[in-house]
C-alpha cells in the first residue's frame, strides 16, 4: 500500500515517515502544498496523511483541490494531522472531504491504526483479518495462514496479496501493483512484479487459491471463492465479489 505523506517538519515527517515504513507501507514524503499537488496528479496513492499549515498552499486548498477533480485520483482517502485542534478547525477540514482528522502530538499507534482502518474502509472490509477459503491474512501483522499454519512470504509477496485480496474478483494490473508496492525511491520493475507474483501462486497453491491472470488486465484471487472478513466480536460478513 503506497501513502502519501505531506508534513512540513522535519524532525516530524522523517519519523512518522519511518514508522510507515517499519509497518511495510510503500511512503512519499513531502512538505509543502504545491508538491503535494503535484504527487496527486503523477502517481495513485492508498492514502493521504495531510498537515494543514503548509508552506506555499495550505492543506486545505491541498484537499479542495483534491476532491473536486473529476479523475479517480480525488477517491483516495485523506486523514488530516495537524496542530490545528479547534472544533472549527476540525469541522472545517471534514467538511473540505477529509475521511477522519487526528490532531498532534499523536501516538504512532495510534496513527497506525487510523491508516488501517481507512484502506480496510475504503476496499470494504471491516477488520484486520481477511478470510479466504482456507487462508487468512492480517493486515496488520502482514502475516499470511494456510489452515493456521504461517506461510512464510518477502515483504513484496505479502504486499501482493494484501492487494488481491482487498480487491478480490477484480483485475489488478502489473501496473497498479507496481504503484500500490512503490515509493519514489524504491527500484522495482514489471518484470520482477511477474517474478513476486509467480513466487506468490506457487506458496497460495496448497491452500487452494488461485492468483489467475487476465491477459490485458492483470491477476486477481479466484472469482469463484469467497472473501470473508470477521470483527473482534466475531461477526463475520461474507461477500462473492466478480470480475468487474
Known amino acids: 500500500m503506497r501513502i502519501l505523506l505531506v508534513e512540513d517538519d522535519a524532525e516530524l515527517g522523517s ?100 491508516v488501517r482502518a481507512l484502506i480496510r474502509r475504503r476496499n470494504a472490509a471491516t477488520s484486520n483479518m481477511l478470510v479466504h477459503g482456507r487462508l487468512t491474512f492480517d493486515i496488520a501483522s502482514r502475516q499470511a495462514a494456510s489452515d493456521g499454519t504461517p506461510l512464510e512470504l518477502s515483504v513484496r509477496e505479502a504486499g501482493i496479496l494484501e492487494v488481491l485480496l482487498l480487491r478480490a474478483g477484480r483485475a489488478v494490473t502489473k501496473e497498479q501493483l507496481m504503484e500500490g508496492l512503490c515509493a519514489w525511491d524504491s527500484d522495482i520493475s514489471l518484470n520482477a512484479i511477474e517474478v513476486y507474483v509467480h513466487r506468490l501462486r506457487k506458496k497460495l497453491e496448497p491452500a487452494g487459491i488461485q492468483v489467475r491472470t487476465f491477459r490485458g488486465l492483470g491477476y486477481c484471487i479466484d472469482k469463484a471463492a469467497q472473501v470473508t472478513t470477521s470483527s473482534s466480536t466475531g461477526y463475520a460478513e461474507t461477500a462473492s465479489q466478480q470480475l468487474q
Open 15 to 114: 519519523g512518522v515517515a519511518a514508522s510507515l515504513k517499519r509497518e511495510h507501507y510503500a511512503v512519499d514524503w513531502v512538505t509543502d502544498g504545491p508538491a503535494a499537488a503535484t504527487a496527486l496528479t503523477t502517481a495513485q496513492y492508498d492514502l493521504v496523511i495531510l498537515d494543514l499549515g503548509l508552506p506555499r498552499m495550505s492543506g486545505l486548498q491541498v484537499l479542495r483541490q483534491l476532491r473536486a477533480r473529476s479523475d479517480a485520483h480525488k477517491a483516495v482517502p485523506v486523514l488530516i494531522a495537524t496542530a490545528m485542534d479547534s472544533v472549527t478547525d476540525r469541522v472545517e477540514g471534514l467538511d473540505a472531504g477529509a475521511d477522519d482528522y487526528v490532531v498532534k502530538p499523536f501516538a504512532l499507534d495510534e496513527l497506525h491504526a487510523r
